[in-house]
């Protein structure tokens, strides 16, 4: 079983939409939780980090699910630029490290 | 831009070839983390350097080694390359490698191996 495990998709959607991606993930010992942006032949780069209380960051919210090990990402009113990968992050929970563990990623295309 | 910079930005090598990758933190950040991203899958963890030392690795064979400077700049090094090595390969930097921080990610480079 992955660590991190993501619909690949792709999820194809029209400008205006809302879509929403989900992640789980396997070691309840993880402590941080993030969502990273990754652009075609780009570096991935933070979107947001995630809390259990949930958080927003306009058109963006995240939530996390401790107990069921679940984080999920809702984009609202999407945007042609919002087309990317989405990937699911944790922090590996069994040392000092800040090891990311990273999901296969979501792509997302948004179409005119 | 995160500051963070990566060379060269494309490399090819042929197997059995040894390969070192150069990385420069952003400023104020004394630990770099190394990763490898193949073709439609996530980046996968290969090491962390903190104050020069290796702090944690991942599921690579010591054939991928490393250094970090005084400066905290980083290099990756890969011995015996093999056609699976090519992929990816970012940097990330961080304040002090703690688990809550954030990393920021370098462009890459992007090695090939024929």
């Known amino acids: 079983r992955k660590e991190v495990e993501q619909d690949p998709g792709p999820f194809n959607v029209p400008e205006g939409a809302t879509v929403a991606f989900n992640c789980t993930y396997s070691?309840?010992?993880?402590?941080?939780f993030f969502w990273y942006r990754q652009d075609c032949r780009k570096e991935p780069k933070l979107l947001m980090s995630v809390y259990s209380s949930g958080n927003e960051d306009g058109r963006f919210t995240a939530q996390l699910n401790r107990a069921s090990q679940y984080i999920s990402l809702l984009i609202r009113d999407s945007k042609l630029s919002d087309s990317a990968t989405y990937l699911c992050?944790?922090?590996?929970?069994?040392?000092?490290?800040?090891?990311?563990?990273f999901g296969q990623g979501t792509t997302l295309q948004v179409k005119p | 831009e995160t500051g963070v910079t990566q060379s060269p930005t494309h490399l090819i090598k042929t197997r059995g070839q040894q390969v070192t990758l150069r990385c420069s933190s952003q400023s104020g950040h004394n630990t770099v983390s190394w990763y490898q991203q193949a073709l439609g899958q996530g980046p996968q963890f290969i090491f962390q350097y903190y104050r020069e030392e290796e702090n944690g690795r991942g599921n690579f064979p010591p054939r991928f080694s490393g250094l970090q400077f005084p400066n905290y700049s980083s290099e990756l090094n890969v011995n015996a390359l093999e056609l699976d090595d090519s992929a990816l390969y970012l940097c990330?930097?961080?304040?002090?490698?703690?688990?809550?921080?954030?990393?920021?990610f370098g462009p890459g480079t992007r090695l090939l191996v024929l």
């Open positions: 070691n309840s010992a993880s402590q941080s």
């Open positions: 990330a930097s961080s304040v002090s490698g703690g688990t809550q921080e954030t990393q920021y």
């Open positions: 992050v944790v922090t590996d929970g069994s040392g000092n490290t800040g090891k990311l563990i």
